[in-house]
């Protein structure tokens, strides 16, 4: 349950969020009325490696809608590059991202929460995230939760979007690293 009342003194709005595995029949919902289309293949892809048990696509789900998100890697060493030290023991967060209308609200925060369960459940010990230089907000928000900056990566990473074009993005990123209490 999400409650905005402190947005708007003397209203009191309950949400009924829902946290649950992603389902075939959430992909185009994931593009988020044309927002992310471009991550079509980047979905259909995600949700196959969900079924072969290499990945889990999260979703906060408000009426049947998933509003928000976030992916885990469960197996780090399928992961390119060497900034994943002790990878085995390793679940990699990414792709979170909570609707423009609903941030603020503790979405963000519970799909993290949840994600780490998840990652437990499975006897992984730390979770890592990665957040662009530039994104301040979703810093404070990893570092509340307990996140703390280990390196910095070069955040570059392509993707073919949905017109089978290859997209090359740079985004300087941090990365961050949780010890799983209880793992």
């Known amino acids: 349950m999400v409650e905005v009342s402190e947005y708007f003194p003397g209203l009191k709005l309950t949400l009924d969020v829902r946290f649950r595995l992603a ?17 079509r293949r980047v979905f259909a892809k995600t949700f196959r490696e969900q079924q072969l048990g ?32 002790r990878a085995a023991r390793r679940g990699y967060l990414y792709s979170l991202r909570v609707m ?15 994600a780490e369960k998840i ?37 570059v990473w392509q993707y073919i979007n949905h017109l089978g074009k290859i997209i090359k993005m740079h985004e300087p990123s941090w ?4 010890r799983l209490k209880n793992a």
């Open 100 to 114: 423009d209308h609903l941030q603020g609200m503790g979405i963000g925060t519970r799909l993290i929460q949840e």
């Open 119 to 155: 990652l437990k459940h499975r006897g992984l010990q730390w979770a890592i995230i990665s957040v662009a230089k530039n994104n301040s907000r979703a810093r404070q928000l990893y570092e509340r939760l307990g996140y703390r900056v280990y390196t910095e990566s070069p955040g």
């Open 54 to 85: 290499s990945r889990v696509m999260l979703v906060a789900d408000l009426n049947g809608f998933p509003v928000g998100q976030i992916f885990i890697l469960l197996h780090m060493n399928q992961a390119r590059g060497n900034m994943y030290p």
């Open 23 to 39: 389902t075939k029949e959430d992909l185009p919902l994931l593009e988020w009325y044309g927002q992310y289309t471009h991550f």
């Open 175 to 178: 990365m961050l690293e949780k």
